[in-house]
Structure formats: structure tokens, C-alpha cells
């Protein structure tokens, strides 16, 4: 069985598509390039790759118009790609569904570690199967107890910070906005403030990071979101 | 609504000058001075409106109002708006005439003199936008050049040991990183010229935005002893996370520039009276007398020719400036006495109980 990995990359840059080409192909894994909308689509359904690195500025459409043709019918990972300008739609893309997202310029590095992120999660898709005990570093989480320990020192939180710590786990390496988690959390993100969510999240961490201005697992987008690395 | 204002307080002003000028006129007739001579008391009030209101209106109907005041009480028969004597008639007309003249060329002349300043204010940009581009393309050309150079000698990397390709592929992302942040920072200029419209002010948590500052600084942490103070509660400020961010990263790469690898670097952030300080101190080599009073002017720089081989069109502490007086805080910087520099900027925050609740 050929278990080699493919990449469909969105890019309509010939510099960009040649570094990404020639990392992955380092890296072993398969790709295949589409330099716009449409060709993204017909290798997309041709294909079925198991992972998608998205351009948001193409020549002939916007990339989230390819982001809601593939949700429309597969949850594999998809990785945004973005420029600065394009912050607004950025977020928009998280919103959609997009797993993640790297902002040009980007060192091929850590593109490649977000990849690696995306397919393990498209593992735990496959065999799902909640788990009871997370323990990440030095965190420990059990579900079961409702427990949560830091270096085996059992750390208090309040309800709110416990369900907002599972739903970071429950995503753990993709980036969730504002919005999603406002909307998780308290059912919707009308009439509460973001910036409570930042305080629940700065609280939060100072509880389970050792040092919380260098987070080891709740990480801060400014301006977009936060995510939880395992 | 101002507008309103505004008229008010030109009626307000016309009125106070016209009594004045019928207050020096009574003066002036009991001496036994002419009434031609008194017409021009209201000339010179009729002048003084136009100056101190806007617009022809003002001048105009002072004029008129003048006429009628004189009429009333200076001519024959006092107390009454009749005329008897010819004379006054022409008088009246002709000062009609010079008071129209007279108030509608004020006005031009302002209106001039507006347009010339503006032209002035204009042309101030207009010098700063291509001292800015200058500078921008010169600073730019010199990476560009070595990013070149190096790919050159990449390319036929025949003779080249890996040890060597390393070094010049370390060199172009080194250059490479130096213009992304410079672009960073002009886009950060462009957005605060075009007006405060487009910072978006969130409440943002200190601590995020300090963490994401020095992930962004390369060698901070490792090539550096970098400490951060934080308050015991949480400190929430209404900011533009991304502008900030960039003021704190712009001061810390200052910071890492003028001082030596193993030097220290803290951030320290206090909270008084509904204000946070952030307090970014090194132990470098500090600031310089000569650019002391300028530090925070564009294109204000000191190359000392530190081995990193740093250089910067001094726009990082202009865009410092810039950023944290468009949130209505402020920024200093001073030296320490221990030696290294110290800059210190607040905004308007609040502390939060963090309770989860």
C-alpha cells in the first residue's frame, strides 16, 4: 500500500509554488499544484488529497471559494495561506473551516510543521475515539475525575476555564478565532465581549503555564484567535 | 451644533465691536470732532468684523447697521432715521461703499492666505513622503545587492563547501528578514497616516501581546538574558493588538541592536491610575547625546557600526511614537544610570479580577 502522503497546493506565485515544491518533495511527500480556483476544484475532486495549502488571492477568485467547496463535502485539513493585507479574510477563512493559517512571508519550517500537525489530526479523525486521560508536557487533563494537574500538583479552574481548556484540546493544533470559541462557549458570540474571552484565556493560562508570557500550550493569534499545542 | 456656535459667537463678537465703535464715537462728537471723522471709527469696526468672522456676511450687515446707527444718532435730526442735509446722504453711500470694498477684499485676502497654507502643509507632506521613499529605496537597494551577490556565488556552487553555502544562504534570510520588517513597519506608517480610521481598537490582555512581541524578535531569547515583569492581576487595554505589537517589537529590536550577545533585555509592565507603563530597559550602550532630543523623529538612526551589521532608516521609534499617541498614551526615553537606555510608553487600561466566572 502506498501510505506516501499527498498535497494539493493552491498558489498562483512560480517562486512560492518552486520553494514549497521542492521542500515537500525533500520531505516525501506527493503533491500536485493548481495555480487557480477552478483547477484547484478539478484536482481536488480528481485527487482526493490529504491535504490542502491554500492561497487566499488567486487570479481568476478568492481561495474561500475553494475552502467552501471542499467542506461542502471533506473534512481534510486545509492550511491557509495568506498576505498581510488579507487579515480580514483570513479570519474568515478560520470561520469557514480552515484548520490554520501561515502569513507571507513564512519560513518553509514552519509551513512544514503546520503539515505534520494537519495530517496527525486527520489521523485522529479517522480513529476517533475520546480519549479519557490527555496528558501533554507537564498538563495533565482526566476527563473522567474532572481533574486538571500541572507537574502532578492539582490546579483549580473554574468551570468556565474547564470548558474552554477541553474545547482548546478537543481542536488542539488548530487555530480557533474569536467567534468560534465565543460561540462554543457561551452558545453565542451576540452581546459577549471578546475581550472577556481574552481575560478568561490570559487567566487560564497563567494557571497551567510554568511561564505564561512564553506559553508552552495556549498560544495567542493577535487579532485572530488562539491555539492549543500539544 | 458647532456651527451654531460659531455664528453665535460671531454675532456676539460684531455686536461687542460695533458698540465699542458707537461707545468712541460719542467720545469723539462731545470733543466737537466731525461726523465724517466718526464714519470712519465704523470703517475701522467694520474692518475689525470681517476680521475676527468669517465670511462676507458679517462685514455686510455691520456695515449697514453702522449707517443706521449713525444716521440715528450723529446726523441731523438726532433720534430720528430722516435725513435733512445732502451731504450726509453721499456720506452715508460712499461709506456704504468703502465698507463693502473694503470687508470683501479682507475676505479674499484670507481665503489667499488659507489656500497658501494648506499649499504649505501639502507641500511638508508631500517633502516627507519622498525623504521617506528615498530613504526606502536606498535602504532598500543595499540588501537587495547583497541577497544578489549571495544567490550569485550560490549558483555556481561548485566550488563552494557546505560550511560556506550555509553562511551565504544564512546571510540572505538574515537580509531577507531585515526588509520584511521594514516592510511591516511602512505599512504600519501608512496606516497611521491615513488617519486613526483604521486602527481597530480591541481590549486586548498585556501578557498576549508581549509574548507575541518577542516571538517575533529572532535572537532575544537565546542570544540574550530576556526577563518579563508582570503585574499579579491582569491588565486589559484597548488597543490594536497588531500596532502594538509592532511598537513592542520595534522597541525590542532596538533594544537587541545596542547591546551585546549576553546582555539583558527586561520588559517591565506596572499598572497606576487606570494606566498601563510598559518599561523596556537593556543594558546596551544607551542613547546617544547627539540624537537624545530626536530619537522618535523619521530617519533619525545611528549606524555604529556594530559587527551584526544593523543599520535602519529610523522609522521604528517614529512608528512607536506614532502608534502610542494614536491610542492617546505616550512614550519616553531616556538613559539609565546604570547605563543602557530605558523607554517607557502608557496607555489608558483597567485591571480585571480574574475569576473565570
New interface residues.
Given amino acids: 500500500m502506498d501510505d506516501k502522503k499527498y498535497i494539493l497546493i493552491v498558489e498562483d506565485d512560480k517562486y512560492i509554488i518552486n520553494f514549497i515544491s521542492m521542500s515537500l518533495k525533500k520531505e516525501n511527500y506527493g503533491y500536485y499544484v493548481a495555480k487557480s480556483v477552478e483547477e484547484a476544484l478539478s484536482l481536488f475532486y480528481a485527487n482526493r488529497p490529504d491535504i490542502v495549502i491554500l492561497d487566499l488571492g488567486l487570479p481568476d477568485g478568492d481561495g474561500i471559494e475553494v475552502l467552501r467547496t471542499i467542506r461542502e463535502i471533506s473534512q481534510i485539513p486545509v492550511i491557509v495561506v495568506s498576505a498581510r493585507q488579507e487579515e480580514q479574510q483570513k479570519i474568515q477563512a478560520l470561520d469557514m473551516g480552515a484548520d490554520d493559517y501561515v502569513t507571507k512571508p513564512f519560513y518553509m519550517g514552519e509551513l512544514l510543521a503546520r503539515i505534520r500537525v494537519g495530517l496527525r489530526k486527520s489521523l485522529i479523525i479517522q480513529n476517533e475515539n475520546p480519549e479519557k486521560v490527555y496528558q501533554f508536557d507537564y498538563l495533565c487533563v482526566d476527563r473522567e475525575k474532572h481533574l486538571v494537574t500541572v507537574d502532578e500538583k492539582e490546579i483549580h479552574l473554574t468551570p468556565m476555564e474547564y470548558k474552554i481548556l477541553n474545547l482548546l484540546i478537543d481542536n488542539r493544533g488548530k487555530v480557533l478565532t474569536h467567534n468560534y470559541i465565543l460561540s462554543e462557549i457561551w452558545g453565542s458570540s451576540q452581546g459577549v465581549e471578546s475581550g472577556n474571552l481574552r481575560v478568561f484565556m490570559a487567566a487560564l493560562r497563567r494557571k497551567i503555564e510554568k511561564e505564561p508570557t512564553n506559553p508552552r500550550f495556549i498560544l495567542t493569534e493577535v487579532g485572530v484567535g488562539y491555539r492549543f499545542k500539544e | 451644533m458647532n456651527k451654531k456656535r460659531d455664528i453665535l459667537k460671531y454675532i456676539i463678537r460684531s455686536a461687542a465691536i460695533l458698540t465699542a465703535a458707537s461707545g468712541v464715537s460719542v467720545v469723539l462728537k462731545r470733543t466737537g470732532i466731525g461726523k465724517e471723522n466718526i464714519l470712519m471709527v465704523y470703517i475701522v469696526g467694520v474692518l475689525l468684523i470681517t476680521v475676527c468672522t468669517s465670511g462676507y456676511f458679517y462685514g455686510a450687515a455691520g456695515a449697514v447697521i453702522s449707517v443706521l446707527v449713525f444716521n440715528y444718532f450723529f446726523t441731523v435730526p438726532l433720534h430720528t432715521f430722516a435725513i435733512m442735509n445732502q451731504n450726509d446722504v453721499v456720506l452715508m453711500a460712499f461709506f456704504l461703499m468703502t465698507a463693502f470694498i473694503a470687508s470683501s477684499l479682507t475676505v479674499r485676502f484670507r481665503t489667499q492666505m488659507k489656500i497658501a497654507e494648506d499649499t504649505k502643509a501639502q507641500m511638508e507632506r508631500e517633502r516627507l513622503k519622498s525623504s521617506l521613499l528615498r530613504s526606502i529605496s536606498h535602504d532598500f537597494r543595499t540588501p537587495l545587492t547583497g541577497i544578489l551577490g549571495d544567490c550569485g556565488l550560490l549558483s555556481d556552487a561548485g566550488e563552494l563547501d557546505t560550511e560556506t553555502r550555509k553562511e551565504l544562504a544564512g546571510d540572505i534570510q538574515e537580509q531577507?528578514v531585515w526588509l520584511?520588517k521594514m516592510v511591516?513597519n511602512i505599512?504600519s506608517m501608512t496606516k497611521i497616516d491615513s488617519g486613526q480610521f483604521y486602527i481597530k481598537k480591541?481590549?486586548?490582555?498585556v501578557?498576549?501581546?508581549?509574548?507575541?512581541a518577542?516571538t517575533h524578535v529572532i535572537g532575544l531569547?537565546d542570544k540574550r538574558r530576556f526577563e518579563?515583569y508582570?503585574p499579579e492581576e491582569?491588565v486589559?487595554a484597548p488597543m490594536d493588538?497588531?500596532m502594538m505589537?509592532q511598537v513592542l517589537i520595534n522597541l525590542l529590536d532596538n533594544a537587541l541592536k545596542h547591546t551585546n550577545e549576553g546582555g539583558c533585555i527586561t520588559v517591565t509592565v506596572t499598572f497606576a491610575e487606570q494606566k498601563v507603563y510598559f518599561c523596556v530597559e537593556d543594558d546596551g550602550d544607551g542613547i546617544a547625546e547627539e540624537v537624545k532630543s530626536q530619537v522618535f523623529d523619521e530617519f533619525v538612526s545611528r549606524s555604529d557600526g556594530k559587527e551584526d551589521g544593523q543599520r535602519g532608516i529610523g522609522l521604528g521609534l517614529a512608528i512607536c511614537k506614532a502608534v502610542v499617541e494614536a491610542h492617546g498614551g505616550q512614550i519616553y526615553a531616556e538613559n539609565r544610570e546604570e547605563g543602557g537606555a530605558r523607554f517607557v510608553f502608557w496607555l489608558n487600561a483597567e485591571q480585571?479580577e480574574?475569576?473565570?466566572?
Fill in positions: 531577507a520584511m511591516e505599512l480591541q481590549p486586548e490582555v501578557d498576549d501581546i508581549i509574548y507575541e518577542a531569547r518579563v508582570l491582569l486589559v493588538g497588531k505589537v480585571v480574574a475569576d473565570g466566572r
